[in-house]
């Protein structure tokens, strides 16, 4: 079996987070609260030293300004939806996930002002596009920082910049990023940054995270029991109890503490350098083959590891479903729930192959499927 | 160590939920999705089969109406937040869960009319009071099954019929009883179910559900991916996909039905009668201690596996900090996120001590704790 689907979720984890998780399940798997017992409490300080973690790993500051969610949509939904009104404006990209546009969407029809800009063929957005899109009534600018379509890495830090220079807020979807490139939250001035836990952060599914900046109250999406402020009917507004409500994923949350502990051990740059060096050997054996089209930056150092193709006019479901069944490899075909980035790249109607790489790929593996790749292409 | 928070979260759980969640993450721990892979393709069988047997216990038809969420929270927000609108009015009662609670303030000033219906001491709803304050804009009527302060089985087969009888929308929140006491939808007339994944139902913590009548359409409250009708930039309309947006709690969820698995396979009236048999046998235990002050029903048929006490004029927190230094007794003390529930018994001020039994306990676990609280009961 050959896993590249690590754009949906990494698989498989390192194993100290399979021990982490069974080790909170087992051994203190109580419910933490503001004046609990010995079990709870122990839970409690494993939830925060993962929120320590991830402070470390982003730059922020104060661990209280990281809510757990349960996806890195439920994120992106939280900060989208918290700050806009009717009558604000955003502006984001064509290369969007489905997780940023629908909720933008939803927004619309209830009088939010939304602009799309868009990329090019390639999937790169130009930081002037925005600029020239910003009005008065401008509130937040979103943007993935890799696409999870072509892979593109965005110019984050430049449209931070400008964000603050204007006074507008800025979301980053760190969807592709988080865990394998540097995310510093202050010096790209990013006002909310939302991410998975069970992709690059390689902790289990269920695990998602918002950061907040220090001073920016949301409206929250859930109200309910807090554990704290108990007597107050109305939902309370310190940091992270306002949008945590009811049980967390206790466990699952210790799972990607161990996988944020992973990547430390391992190194952020030595995990990126490893599936770029994946992804430069993919292109270029790829590079090769008759009849494959391969859609991006076609750049290592401009994309994540994220390789999109299409062999002839074949359709994307058919060439995944023969490298599952007769190779064995694991793909992802389709529209990968970004149909304006399809679009933008011209693949809506055939969609692509999305091979996607994790740190736990290998050279050999890659040989492997490039050989499959060369074969199938032969045949259609 | 004695566990005595179920009430929170169910604690240990049984071997075959930790066997379950730890086989999802380390041999097919993917992303599902409609055209996927094998291992995709297995994570969605397995997570359908968690459907199918949620369905069973409840007496659903399709368990496509069953929704997962983070928690019982969530599923209560977006039951309430899905179904109302300014203008409707909606009844609930003082013993309700801030979960409730706090959705329904928040509501009420956007313009949603709130009644809220008192509790008698011991926790007791009249129907009779839910029945006069209905009204023509009467929308929605939402009552706890089992309160989780008192214990008090509410009588939401009566209400369910009134509810239909009226055309109004019945939510039940089955926060404490799911797992131990029969729910069924179709006899109960429930409209709404909403239910912690990781309490009763015995599954891991980041995991919840609702059901959603068939032909009932909810305003979603994230939107997001669903792997599905990924060319449309709307949410779309289909069941369950329309309210799971993003990455589900794959092993979570797997370890739910292994939850489940365990509660058909010892009887959810085995589990019942074992925790009755501990309640009535703590209950008159606590009876025969001076100084103890017992809530709720005092009887093992009227209420679930709750029993919250105090100890004269003791703070709660102190009483539970001794049980828990000194005897290594977990329980919950303060106010249980249900504030007028704790207004309604009286102990507002004073909070109680909450112990809460699971199918694991045993009877010399309560003679131990009945000692301790009677050593205790002697030095204050």
């Known amino acids: ?219 929250e999406i859930k109200q309910g029991g807090t554990g704290s402020f108990s007597h107050v009917l109305d939902q309370p507004d310190i940091f992270p109890d306002r949008y945590e409500s009811g049980t967390l994923n206790g466990p699952g949350i210790i799972g990607l503490g161990a996988g944020v502990k992973y990547i430390f051990n391992r190194g952020i740059e030595n995990i990126r350098k490893h599936e770029e060096e994946l992804t430069k050997h993919f292109l270029e054996g790829l590079s090769k083959i008759d009849k494959v089209k391969i859609y991006g930056p076609l750049n290592e150092k401009e994309q994540g590891a994220v390789v999109s193709i299409n062999i002839g006019n074949e359709d994307s479901s058919d060439i995944s479903f023969i490298l599952d069944e007769k190779y064995d490899i694991q793909v992802r075909p389709g529209l990968h729930c970004a149909p304006l980035a399809h679009k933008t790249i011209g693949t809506f109607e055939q969609g692509v192959v999305r091979f996607s790489f994790g740190p736990f790929n290998t050279h050999d593996e890659l040989d492997y499927a490039l050989k499959a790749i060369r074969e199938i292409a032969k045949e259609v």
């Open 1 to 219: 079996m050959i896993y590249f689907d690590n754009g949906a979720t990494t698989f498989p984890k390192p194993d100290i987070v399979y021990d982490a998780v069974m080790k909170a399940m087992k051994e203190y798997g109580a419910n933490p609260g503001r004046s609990g017992h010995k079990l709870a409490i122990r839970m409690g300080r494993e939830i925060y030293e993962t929120r320590e973690l991830l402070a470390k790993l982003f730059n922020i500051d104060n661990p209280m300004n990281i809510i757990f969610t349960y996806n890195c949509t439920e994120s992106l939904n939280l900060a989208i939806k918290g700050i806009l009104s009717k009558g604000d404006h955003v502006i984001t990209s064509s290369m969007e996930h489905n997780s940023v546009l629908r909720p933008l969407f939803s927004l619309e029809k209830e009088g939010v002002e939304l602009t799309i800009v868009n990329a090019n063929p390639e999937g790169k957005i130009r930081v002037e596009d925005i600029v020239i899109n910003i009005k008065d009534n401008t509130k937040l600018i979103v943007i993935t920082h890799v696409s999870n379509l072509t892979g593109t890495i965005m110019p984050i830090e430049e449209i931070g910049k400008i964000a603050r220079e204007k006074g507008i807020y800025f979301l980053v979807d760190a969807a592709q990023s988080a865990g394998v490139y540097d995310i510093d939250v202050k010096r790209m001035n990013i006002d909310m940054l939302a991410f998975p836990g069970h992709k690059g952060l390689l902790g289990p599914q269920g695990t998602g995270g918002l950061y907040i900046r220090e001073g920016l109250l949301l409206k």
